[in-house]
């Protein structure tokens, strides 16, 4: 771990003991927000008025430098003109997180003051309508009254002033956001797990959704069911112009939904590079008008979730073509039909789900019957158990293209690659390199990976069930039993020779009266076994 994780995890203890996981995520990711919004503002004022770094290595440097270049009255509209030019906000002196918790420091810190400057925030700058909603600084958990609430977001801010955000590469502040992400995942289970995918499968999907689309200038992601964005954040790092991605996103959780606007403003992704959403992917198909077809579609859904089913949707251009809806306890086909729907036809969908979507049959049958005509499934990779948070189930990862030359299935079973792990399982970089390869390869690897040919899963009855075309039984050692015949014989000579010896000692010994019942009591047993 980090040092810089170290400091923002051990900011939490102030919040551990006042609510779960899932609640205190929310405080502790959006002060930490607030901060970095705050740093980056005195980082460009020290820049726009030309001074170095070195003579203002304090924040308190930088905040008596903003504060006497705002008392400028010929410079003063200019220089908030430029900030918010530039960043797209700005923030007046007295409510930079550095002065807020220089005063909780003093102990004179009051939470109206930290109230105000999210509502600032809020109001002035559409990009960040909303997002500190879920800072409840009136919450009871927070303490009874005002007073101890005040005592408690003092002591978050005082550690919190500690974290340095803006010394580090931008992906290093990005990621150690997703490290928090994952460990209140870790420690409020499925509550929290359902916006989070464990990075190395994130890895893996975007490793193989850029392929052949690593020099593409301008790069589209999209993902129906983000979360906390980190699916589509991941793309970037296999672009060679990761400066030019755009991000298509929607989330239906409204928290989760402003945790992934944070997520991706910490990576620095400007605000005309991301289009997102808060609603319902199902239910009312979004994006309609351009673009409405994206280069990569990269989804981790919750798993079997219910939706309405009604039969209305048979109309629906996402799902009319496929003849049946997915089950009204079972979107999982939902889910990835409306993906596939927004795909582009040279791109690539990688979505994650649990195996039943491989075999089921009913409405799920005809559904896989007929992308599987299509060619639209292009592979099936087999995941291992316990890799999610909040379940152990074992999941795969299906990749979809459209207008593919061929109508074969790779399938690749990964299912006992992996690193156990406490209380998640993990795919090293390996295991990884070996996934991505051999999907690249397509190729055959015994007890690993198979190409079936279209025929061969029709004779299947189109059921994708990983053994059926990936073997990995590994036949057992043969047993010798002539060999353990001879072992238990020499044992059974070694314990009747221990035994006569141990006789023997008994019987030699010499006792009184008092012992002679127990002595008597010990040879009969030997006699007994006799």
Request: proline residues 2%; charged residues 30%; glycine residues 4%.
């Amino acid at each position: 771990m980090s040092v810089l994780n170290q400091q923002l995890f051990s900011a939490a203890d102030s919040l551990r003991s006042k609510m779960d996981a899932s609640e205190y995520k929310n405080y502790l990711l959006g002060l930490i927000f607030y901060k970095y919004l705050s740093d980056r503002v005195l980082e460009r004022v020290v820049t726009l008025a030309d001074k170095s770094f070195e003579d203002y290595d304090t924040q308190a440097k930088q905040t008596l430098l903003y504060i006497e270049l705002l008392s400028d009255e010929d410079i003063k509209d200019d220089l908030i003109e430029t900030l918010v030019d530039m960043l797209g906000y700005e923030i007046a002196p007295a409510y930079l997180f550095n002065v807020l918790a220089d005063q909780a420091q003093q102990n004179t810190f009051q939470l109206n003051d930290l109230a105000k400057a999210f509502n600032d925030l809020s109001t002035k700058y559409i990009q960040f309508n909303g997002l500190f909603d879920d800072v409840d600084l009136q919450s009871k958990k927070l303490g009874s009254d005002e007073q101890q609430r005040n005592i408690t977001i003092t002591e978050v801010l005082k550690k919190l002033n500690h974290v340095e955000l803006l010394g580090q590469s931008r992906d290093v502040i990005g990621d150690a956001y997703e490290y928090l992400i994952s460990q209140f995942a870790s420690e409020a289970g499925k509550k929290a797990g359902e916006f989070y995918t464990p990075h190395e499968v994130s890895d893996m999907m975007a490793r193989i959704v850029t392929i052949d689309h690593e020099d593409k200038k301008l790069f589209s992601v999209f993902d129906p069911t983000m979360g906390s964005g980190s699916l589509m954040l991941n793309v970037r790092n296999y672009l060679n112009h990761p400066e030019t991605v755009k991000y298509h996103g929607q989330e239906l959780n409204t928290t989760t939904f402003n945790l992934a606007k944070m997520n991706l403003i910490l990576h620095s992704v400007k605000s005309e590079d991301m289009r997102l959403r808060n609603g319902d992917t199902l239910n009312k198909d979004w994006p309609t008008d351009e673009p409405y077809t994206f280069d990569a579609v990269l989804m981790n859904p919750p798993y079997s979730a219910e939706w309405s089913a009604d039969a209305t949707f048979l109309d629906d251009s996402r799902f009319n073509r496929y003849g049946r809806l997915a089950p009204r306890t079972k979107a999982d086909f939902s889910f990835l039909l409306h993906g596939f729907y927004h795909l582009k036809d040279t791109g690539t969908m990688a979505i994650v789900l649990p195996h039943g979507i491989l075999f089921r049959g009913a409405a799920e049958g005809v559904i896989r019957k007929k992308l599987l005509e299509d060619g639209s499934i292009d592979a099936v990779i087999g995941l291992p158990g316990n890799m999610f948070f909040g379940t152990s189930i074992p999941t795969t990862v299906v990749i979809l293209k459209k207008n593919r030359e061929t109508r074969d299935v790779l399938f690749i079973d990964t299912s006992k690659d992996f690193i156990k792990g406490k209380n998640q399982n993990k795919l090293s970089i390996a295991h990884i390199d070996r996934i991505v390869e051999t999907y690249k390869k397509r190729e055959t690897v015994e007890k690993y990976s198979y190409v079936a040919s279209f025929e061969e899963v029709q004779e299947n009855d189109f059921n994708l069930n990983i053994p059926r075309y990936v073997d990995t039984f590994e036949e057992e050692e043969q047993i010798d039993l002539a060999s353990i015949g001879q072992e238990l014989k020499v044992v059974h000579e070694k314990k009747a020779k221990l035994e006569t010896n141990l006789f023997e000692m008994i019987s030699s010994l010499q006792y009184d009266e008092k012992e002679e019942e127990w002595i008597q009591g010990a040879l009969e047993v030997f006699n007994l076994e006799k």
